[in-house]
């Protein structure tokens, strides 16, 4: 028998789940204790339980096992919902522990006493109130199994003071782990006969890929059915982890504008939703339609998200004699170094001009990084992880994340200067755990996706006041001192010369380095009738699709 905490500890890294990310407080001094008694439990300290809450979710998405959070109180949990709700969205495992009054001081409704479990049900799947340290051990091992799903999942469980300080408890044995089932055969027939009759009769297909149908066997599996049937591949808005670069069957994203997004998918007879959901405009606006799948489109799901993704694709390639298909690989090609005064489309071709083999590609880069995709299609291969739940402030906990989990890899973290701020204390996590990331901010000095939205919405005449909400430059952020004071090494650089070469020497150097590179919004003096061409020329949207969407947003 042995106290709660080290029991919950002890059954946490039996179970495969070795790092915690930490903001304690009183109520969880003794998880905090028992932490010497299991040196094998890595413990990452952040200064916010946003930053906890994602680089958890950063972890997940690169090991492939969950990590631990460490939160204190409701209030801790309030104020890592956000990027819970991003890693629920991204259906990473991911356990999350949170403390709780002891159980006989809970009802004296202290100051910091709260409903947790109500907060946290908006976010996880799972939850769980600890009761006794007798059960404690099997609370913890069925949270991971809950957590790693499939699919994965937030599971969250609920740590009062006493269950944790209490004697009695046992470790338990991990739970066997749960085997996906692949698509049942019928389905799979079905689905292969709708896209064998649709290319003999001239219909537009496409398969949308999403989840771990972005990885690279699921990749291969997928371009040989669109090279036997001629059909597209097409990937989710924002991806959880999307394998890409030289030498991979190349995805066509779906554009984060309704607009664009309705185009790309004209015209198509037959979608296949492969660990995807069904496209959907982000917001509702004036005269759009919410569902962007076009009238007379048959939906088909050939692998939900709790079935074996991979295998539901090789049985589609073998219903669909396709086995020797040769998928169409994306050639290597690089551009050539910006010069110039900096521009984010600069900084996007410098990423491309110099991205290594193996990079963890962070993308919240909002309205500076609409050119990134095309500028990096023919890089050496690297992982791209981009913002699933759409709540920003995921950018740099996500990329402390992925280098806790991929130490031998390096990060590059691309982010907005609004973004950055709700978060910014990853940078100081990073310096202490001498991550190698390398943070560009994007400094704009305004909310540049608030100000295109202003104009999406149909709002009219937008005034000073109005538009003085999207503004950062009053006062101006200096990232430089903001990094520094954080032990970060940075730099300040609105040159592309000067941008290149400071890239080159923080994908060099071990740990972390900031460059804050200072550009004109994405959006000065652009119109949104001309990204559709910005979007063709870097390869990105095939041009009739380009046609189409000047057609129809600069009629």
Not at 11 to 20: E, F
Not at 139 to 168: H, M, N, Y
């Amino acid at each position: 028998m042995t106290q709660g905490a080290t029991a919950m500890l002890r059954t946490l890294l039996d179970a495969g789940v070795d790092t915690c990310f930490t903001n304690p407080g009183t109520s969880e001094m003794h998880f905090v204790a028992a932490l010497d008694a299991t040196p094998t439990m890595r413990a990452v300290l952040t200064l916010f339980e946003g930053v906890a809450t994602g680089a958890a979710d950063g972890y997940a998405r690169m090991a492939d096992r969950p990590a631990a959070t460490l939160l204190h109180l409701g209030c801790g949990l309030g104020n890592g919902l956000a990027n819970l709700h991003n890693a629920r969205k991204a259906r990473v495992p991911l356990v999350n522990i949170v403390g709780e009054h002891a159980t006989h001081h809970a009802a004296l409704d202290t100051p910091l006493q709260s409903d947790i479990a109500t907060a946290a049900r908006n976010v996880s799947s799972w939850v769980r109130t600890a009761q006794q340290p007798a059960t404690l051990g099997t609370d913890v091992a069925e949270a991971v199994a809950a957590a790693k799903g499939p699919p994965g999942q937030v599971a969250t469980l609920i740590l009062p003071a006493d269950v944790s300080w209490g004697e009695g408890a046992r470790p338990a044995a991990p739970q066997p782990p749960a085997t996906p089932a692949p698509a049942d055969a019928a389905r799979v027939a079905a689905i292969a006969q709708a896209l064998r009759e649709a290319s003999a009769q001239g219909g537009r297909c496409a398969l949308l890929l999403g989840g771990r149908a972005l990885r690279e066997p699921a990749l291969r599996e997928a371009g040989r059915i669109a090279a036997h049937l001629g059909l597209r591949l097409l990937g989710e808005v924002f991806p959880t982890r999307l394998t890409r670069g030289a030498g991979l069957p190349p995805v066509e994203r779906l554009a984060y504008l309704a607009e664009m997004a309705s185009v790309q998918l004209a015209g198509l007879t037959h979608l296949v939703l492969v660990d995807a959901r069904s496209p959907v405009s982000f917001f509702a606006y004036p005269g759009q339609p919410s569902t962007l799948t076009p009238a007379g489109c048959t939906l088909h799901t050939l692998a939900a998200p709790d079935e074996d993704v991979l295998a539901s694709l090789s049985a589609l390639v073998a219903a669909l004699g396709a086995q020797a298909a040769v998928p169409a690989l994306q050639p290597p090609w690089r551009p050539g170094a910006p010069r110039g005064k900096l521009t984010a489309e600069k900084v996007c071709k410098a990423v491309g001009h110099l991205l290594p083999e193996g990079a963890i590609v962070v993308d919240e880069a909002q309205t500076s990084g609409t050119l990134l995709p095309g500028f990096t299609a023919g890089a050496p291969r690297h992982e791209l992880l981009a913002l699933t739940g759409g709540a920003i402030g995921q950018g740099l906990p996500l990329a402390l994340g992925a280098a806790v989990a991929c130490p031998d890899r390096p990060v590059l973290a691309l982010v907005g200067d609004g973004a950055a701020m709700y978060t910014l204390q990853a940078l100081w996590s990073m310096a202490r755990e001498r991550a190698h990331v390398v943070s560009v901010i994007f400094n704009n000095r305004a909310y540049g996706i608030l100000n295109l939205e202003l104009q999406r919405v149909g709002a009219q005449r937008p005034g000073p006041r109005a538009l003085a909400q999207f503004d950062l430059g009053q006062p101006a952020l200096d990232f430089v001192q903001l990094a520094q004071g954080m032990g970060v090494s940075a730099c300040r650089v609105d040159t592309a010369e000067a941008f290149t070469a400071a890239l080159a020497r923080a994908l060099a150097q071990p740990g972390p380095q900031l460059i804050e590179a200072v550009v004109p919004s994405a959006f000065s003096g652009l119109k949104l009738r001309v990204l559709p061409w910005l979007l063709r020329v870097l390869g990105q949207m095939p041009l009739p699709v380009a046609r189409a969407l000047k057609r129809k947003i600069a009629p």
